[in-house]
């Protein structure tokens, strides 16, 4: 029998779940039978980081934070520093989430300099990169992701772009008002990205970096995505933040 390929699956409870919430969340994650093939992370808001990474460092999930600023420290209100993040007990960090890049100014610039920062921390930078729905209309989706990738990763080393995930996250996928992409759509992205990530790195260091989908992914269409060649994850919103939908999006791109 083939072994089951290398999936990590995750999900981002954005501003959802505060203390109390995340607490019971984190009982029912601990308790999720997760398969060897996979590798589970959780990314809560800042509140409840520390204490569903502590509640889940003697298992096999990965916790994240949502964000952070790219400085060891100083004056910067109402930022998180990497070394907090790391102090947290989080292992990831996402970076570049389209909703940061529109609402908060994020740029290519300051997600080059987060994660340079975080690889300075040994946290394991998720780069989300997306086309919005005028870039997609208008064909230039490639042209995006290609860009976005190279600036994130620019000045960094092939070993520390391996640590990298990069989650390719359609804007006009994202949320209640998305629509799911297409699989083959995606599926040409992804194998766009790795040839970008070649071009980098050369072949054998890409095939090394997990390329995450992300958007209105559910239970009815995971498995269409991990199925795909250059897929190698997906990193779930709404369907998953109830942990039993995270359990039975796992379940179903395993079986
Ligand atoms: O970041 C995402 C996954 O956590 C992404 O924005 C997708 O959200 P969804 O459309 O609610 O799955």
Redesign the pocket.
Known sequence: MMPLKSLWI?????MNKGPAAAREAAEQIASIAVPSSVTPFV?PPFTSLEMVASRLADTRWSVGAQNMHWEDEGAWTGEISPHMVRECGADIV?LG???RREHFGESDITVNLKVKAAIRYALRPLI?IGDSAEEYEFGVTHETLARQTKMALHGLTSDQIETVLL?Y?PVW????K?R?AEPAFVGTAHTRLRHVLADLVGETTARRVPILY?????LENAARYTALADVDGV???????DPSGLAAIIQSVVS
């Not at 995750?10 to 954005?14: E, F, L, M, N, R």
């Not at 992300?214 to 559910?218: A, M, R």
């Not at 990193?235 to 933040?241: L, V």
């Open positions: 995750g999900t981002s409870w954005k990314i996402e989430h389209s909703e989300c989650a996250e996928a994202i949320g209640a998305g799911a992300g958007g209105s992914v559910s990193f779930i919103g709404r369907s998953a933040w």
